[in-house]
């Protein structure tokens, strides 16, 4: 059974500061996800990793993946207000040989940026 | 204007009563996917479906029926055998083909409280 931990489960940061989030899964996977919830919303795709090594960035957040450690990182330099939400982490195995994957989330990390 | 659309927004049960959320897609889209999230965690998997009359359980499928007659719509009927049906529940589409091209994107979600 595939297992997804994401460590912190709250990170309460102040304006400026950085910091990571970390993403162990227990099988072998082809991708992992990043997304982000605000509040009573639904799902914003931040990043889709592919392969060993793959490094992402979109503004003040970089994912990398290392598929060797089945570790993933959502890294957030420099923290603003605007980035308060939660972050999920999601592995795919893929169903039955097929291309669709099912996928499995961790439990999300809350975010709070303080001024 | 491509998208998922859920509906209702917001949804009261009755103990004892069986409901249906609405999940339709006009992204041409040959998956689909129902997920629950419950307060403080992450997304936990209850049906997909790969292709029309055709779909398969995922990790919580007791208490819950689908049905894919149509490629757009795949509805969700929460009975009343589901004992703790209050939930956020997502929708979720994606097409056939190697990543990142089978990316699986969200509706904005249906809650559902158990009065």
């Known amino acids: 059974e595939l297992k997804v931990e994401q460590n912190p489960l709250f990170l309460s940061m102040q304006e400026g500061k950085n910091y990571t989030i970390y993403c162990n899964y227990s099988t072998t996977s082809d991708r992992l996800y990043w997304y982000r919830q605000d509040p009573g919303k639904s799902l914003e795709s931040l990043f889709v990793?592919?392969?060993?090594?793959a490094v992402k960035q979109e503004g003040r957040l970089m994912a990398s993946l290392d598929t060797k450690a089945r570790l993933s990182t959502l890294h957030i330099t420099a923290a603003v207000h605007d980035l308060s939400a939660t972050y999920f982490c999601?592995?795919?195995?893929?169903?039955?040989?097929?291309?669709?994957?099912?996928?499995?989330f961790g439990q999300g990390t809350i975010l709070t940026v303080h001024p | 204007d491509g998208g998922i659309t859920q509906s209702p927004k917001y949804l009261f049960r009755k103990e004892g009563q069986n409901v249906t959320l609405s999940c339709e897609q006009n992204?041409?889209?040959?998956?689909m996917y129902w997920y629950r999230q419950d307060p403080g965690q992450g997304l936990r998997l209850i049906y997909y479906s790969q292709i029309v009359n055709d779909f398969q359980k995922g990790d919580i499928a007791e208490g819950y029926s689908v049905s894919r007659e149509k490629k757009e719509s795949f509805p969700l009927t929460v009975t009343s055998a589901q004992k703790n049906p209050t939930a956020f529940y997502l929708c979720?589409?994606?097409?056939?083909?190697?990543?990142?091209?089978?990316?699986?994107?969200f509706g904005p979600g249906t809650r559902l409280t158990v009065l």
């Open positions: 999601a592995v795919v195995i893929p169903a039955g040989g097929t291309s669709y994957g099912k996928l499995t």
């Open positions: 979720a589409s994606s097409i056939a083909g190697p990543p990142p091209f089978n990316e699986q994107f």
């Open positions: 992204l041409n889209h040959d998956a």
């Open positions: 990793l592919l392969s060993n090594g």
